[in-house]
């Protein structure tokens, strides 16, 4: 079997892992989300209903009879308590790794050389040792603060409180092995995406 490499793919809030991801797939590389992985355990039939629910039982929903977490509750639970992000945390982050370990495997089985892992909080969790190459998504500071306050439901304050709960940009540059920067449009971004993977390449 071919030799895999798993990039992690990160970046704080808005500065474009959800675009690059795309660009990724675009290219043929298959793409992990852990976004997306964390609203699968906890829809309807989701693996982390039940172990949520029982530590959040005001998070549960039920719907023509099917159980899920309602996540805008459990945000509102756990945003600006720690003690509460922390047990939350505790009970996903092992879901998501898991996921993550098992679309990896399934990607080596089906041929693929490459996988991207989209963790928005690669670094924060220490998700940097479980993967081989890490790729940090970056914009200056106005253009992350334009994106993100022109989403809808998005306020300053909101803003402002999300990015202080995540490692600042300078210090995810600091330690990501590949920097990517998406304040220059998306044919600029696809450039470095495809020149990171064909050095990938190249030296695996
Ligand atoms: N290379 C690019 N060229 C042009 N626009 C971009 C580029 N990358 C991102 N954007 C724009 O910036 C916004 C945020 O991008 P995106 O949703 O990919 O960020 P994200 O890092 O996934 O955000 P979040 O942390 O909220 O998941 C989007 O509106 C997107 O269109
Ligand atoms: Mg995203």
Redesign the pocket.
Known sequence: MRKMTVIGLT??????????AAAFRALGIPVHDA?AAVHALLAAGGAGVDAVGAAFPAALMTEGGKTSIDRKTLGQIVFGDAAEKKKLEDILHPMVRAAGDAFVAAMHEQGHDLVVLDI?LLFETGGEKRVDVTLC?TAPPDVQRA??L?RDGMTAERFARILAGQMPDAEKRRRADYVVT?????D??RRQLTDIVAKIRAES
């Open positions: 970046g704080s809030i808005g500065m474009g892992k959800t675009t690059a976004d928005p998504v994106r993100v022109a998406t304040d220059k449009g998306h600029a971004m």
